[in-house]
T-cell receptor, first 111, second 111 residues
């Protein structure tokens, strides 16, 4: 089975800190995605990447950046964390255009 | 703007009941609709629907798509406590590398 691994399950960071969320997949998938999940809002796409060093903005990219230096790894960066970025962050990968495989999520709290 | 709306947002039923979850969509160029189940961790894939009127079935779960009326339903019969989860609906847009998600329905099955 494809595995998508997110490095941290829970994180607590201070306002203004630079935060790195890491995601690694082990099945050579071209596409990788970062979503945030908030109650009542569902999953909202932050950024996605369809190849190494390629990235596309999703629906809510403000305050975030991403890095994809290797095919298996897609990092989400919060340049200066703020309390409104407290959320569950989900990484996913796919080959082709559908049927994502999700990671277990990182619950980030910014205090 | 592409939009996916799920209802109800929350549902509490007793074990053994049958439930119907709804997903409606307004998107520019529909390709497929997907259902996921999310317990405490990663969303897991349930169904992908592309053709209208064809029911997909897996055990006690079934789903159908109506492309004319732009909605899908997910049915769960003889519910069990293990069915308690958030159920996510997502639509894949033709030509796009991403899914648009609804808000999710939180289903709670009481013994």
């Amino acid at each position: 089975d494809v595995k998508v691994t997110q490095s941290s399950r829970y994180l607590v960071k201070r306002t203004g800190e630079k935060v790195f969320l890491e995601c690694v997949q082990d099945m050579d998938h071209e596409n990788m995605f970062w979503y945030r999940q908030d109650p009542g809002l569902g999953l909202r796409l932050i950024y996605f990447s369809y190849d190494v060093k390629m990235k596309e903005k999703g629906d809510i990219p403000e305050g975030y950046s991403v890095s994809r230096e290797k095919k298996e790894r897609f990092s989400l960066i919060l340049e200066s964390a703020s309390t409104n970025q407290t959320s569950m962050y989900l990484c996913a990968s796919s080959v082709g255009t559908t049927r994502y495989t999700f990671g277990s999520g990182t619950r980030l709290t910014v205090v | 703007e592409d939009k996916v709306v799920q209802s109800p947002l929350s549902l509490v039923v007793h074990e053994g009941d049958t439930v119907t979850l709804n997903c409606s969509y307004e998107v520019t160029n529909f390709r497929s609709l997907l259902w996921y189940k999310q317990e405490k961790k990663a969303p897991t894939f349930l169904f992908m629907l592309t053709s209208s009127g064809i029911e997909k079935k897996s055990g006690r779960l079934s789903s159908i798509l109506d492309k004319k009326e732009l909605f899908s339903i997910l049915n769960i019969t003889a519910t069990q406590t293990g069915d308690s989860a958030v159920y996510l609906c997502a639509v894949h847009i033709q030509g796009a590398q991403k899914l648009v998600f609804g808000q999710g329905t939180r289903l709670t099955i009481n013994p």
